[in-house]
């Protein structure tokens, strides 16, 4: 007790700032409270962190993680081993990142990089969209199902790129001096999945947000989660919380299209008719009005010229009106035929193993088992034998 009375009267133990490798590490769950231990190459400390000050941490250690400790030193007298009590804890390195990020971010932010003058609108019908990510996370397979949901019109160029890691930031830079090459690309949407702060810091690199300015099309960029921000958020065009977020700013929505062209066109039919029937009204008023035997020839010559214009006017709403449908059904059959249901019913089926579709023999081999899917539903099956295309 009397050890401990020393520690806690020292000043200089009550304010310490401690790095180090975790180790050791355990979660008492009964309580809450983390017990651990904080070491180098040279010295070793035993930790403890209270339950309340546990839950203000943004991530759970793991053994081998490098972190920075803030707390007091003291006594525990059961076993008279002095210890660390943290009070906070966060990554080694987040410190650092984050004062690069906002000298970085002040830096463009006086060169006009952000300002909105240079934001430019997205196109309201891309044809085609480059999409620069990692092509093995979850992120490529969520802006993918939902580009094909809302929009199957549009082709998507997949661009693989390196997400983090130290040569993730010219990874990029390379691939988007290769896009910006392309002449008919309509939009860009860059990102990556959710991250600590070092596996998002490839997208706060100076070099590729201006990389990022310099494109010739409109950028959106979707890096990490909702309360995720980066360099290249700033100097995009857009901004997506996430990277389905991208997608679905990215494109409309096929099923409000089909809506809006199935409206628009009763719209047409009732404007034609209904002006036809507004002029033949007043036509029928006008001879209501002249009906003596003096204006007799005069009616029937303006008759004449009457039936002469509402012949024309009727062909020439004819016209619109049939040129307006074609149009309509052109697109409608169109988007119906990308229907996928549409293809499974022609007699089409498609063959998925897991949640990947098999687009070529070569993917399988004897004995894998797959699902064929109908129009009315789905056969498991299992490949017993695999022909080459010059054998059938």
Request: a neutral charge.
């Amino acid at each position: 007790m009397y050890i401990k009375s020393l520690f806690e009267g020292d000043l200089h133990l009550l304010n310490v700032c401690v790095e180090g490798e975790l180790s050791n590490f355990k979660n008492h769950y009964a309580s809450g409270h983390w017990y651990f231990t904080v070491k180098d190459n040279d010295s070793a400390i035993r930790c403890v962190m209270f339950k309340n000050s546990a839950a203000g941490v943004s991530f759970f250690p793991e053994d081998g993680m490098r972190v920075v400790l803030k707390g007091r030193v003291s006594v525990y007298e059961k076993d008279g081993q002095y210890m660390f009590y943290a009070n906070s804890m966060s990554l080694s390195g987040e410190g650092e990142l984050a004062k690069q990020f906002e000298l970085i971010k002040q830096k463009l932010s006086a060169e006009g990089l952000f300002d909105e003058s240079n934001k430019r609108p997205l196109p309201k019908f891309p044809k085609k969209i480059a999409v620069i990510t990692s092509d093995t996370g979850a992120a490529v397979r969520d802006i993918f199902n939902v580009l094909n949901l809302r929009y199957p019109l549009c082709e998507i160029i997949m661009c693989p790129v390196l997400v983090q890691g130290v040569s993730a930031a010219e990874s990029i830079k390379i691939t988007l001096d290769r896009v910006y090459k392309l002449n008919d690309v309509d939009l860009i949407i860059l990102g990556r999945g959710g991250g600590s702060a070092e596996d998002l810091a490839a997208f706060n690199d100076e070099m590729l947000a201006r990389k990022i300015f310099e494109s010739p099309f409109p950028v959106i960029s979707a890096v990490g989660h909702e309360t995720d921000f980066s360099i290249s958020d700033f100097v995009a065009d857009v901004r997506a919380s996430t990277p389905s977020h991208a997608a679905e700013i990215a494109v409309p929505d096929i099923t409000e299209l089909k809506a809006k062209v199935t409206f628009f066109s009763e719209k047409i039919k009732s404007n034609v008719f209904s002006d036809f029937s507004l002029k033949n009204a007043r036509y029928d008023n006008l001879r209501l009005r002249i009906s003596t035997d003096k204006f007799s020839n005069y009616i029937d010559l303006k008759q004449q010229t009457t039936d002469f214009l509402t012949e024309k006017l009727l062909n020439t709403q004819k016209n619109i009106l049939n040129e307006k449908s074609t149009k309509v059904l052109g697109v409608t059959s169109k988007l119906d035929a990308l229907s996928p249901l549409k293809v499974l019913k022609r007699g089409y089926s498609a063959a998925i193993m897991g949640d990947k579709y098999i687009k070529s023999s070569q993917e399988l081999k004897t004995g894998d088992s797959f699902d064929l899917k109908f129009f009315d539903g789905v056969a498991e099956c299992t490949v017993n034998n695999i022909k080459s295309e010059d054998s059938l």
